[in-house]
């Protein structure tokens, strides 16, 4: 593996991605949703951090995403399995173009 020289905060990965920013936050949050090391919290202080990303973290993100929304019953699935959580999925359906 290449060394790490830099990430992305969260807020930049939205941005780059056009997503949006509680379904990154979701997916994120749980570690085991991406590769070992992809995701790396950085501590700004007394209990404050910021969730980042490397680039094979974008990458890997970003498939994830493609994949789901092949069908609307994969994104249905990927959401439940990702996010978990009814109150954000109703959220992201409702901005979903879909």
């Not at 807020?11 to 590769?35: C, F, K, P, W, Y």
């Not at 498939?63 to 789901?68: D, F, K, P």
Request: no cysteine; glycine share 6%; hydrophobic share 40%.
């Amino acid at each position: 593996m290449a060394t790490i020289t830099y990430v992305f905060t969260i807020n930049h990965v939205v941005e780059m991605l056009g997503e949006d920013l509680e379904l990154l936050q979701a997916i994120v949050r749980n570690s085991d949703n991406l590769t070992y090391g992809n995701i790396i919290s950085v501590v700004t202080g007394d209990d404050e951090a910021m969730t980042t990303l490397t680039d094979d973290g974008i990458d890997e993100l970003n498939q994830m995403l493609s994949t789901a929304r092949r069908s609307p019953e994969a994104w249905k699935e990927s959401l439940d399995s990702f996010v978990g959580d009814e109150e954000l999925i109703a959220h992201v359906k409702a901005k979903s173009p879909r």
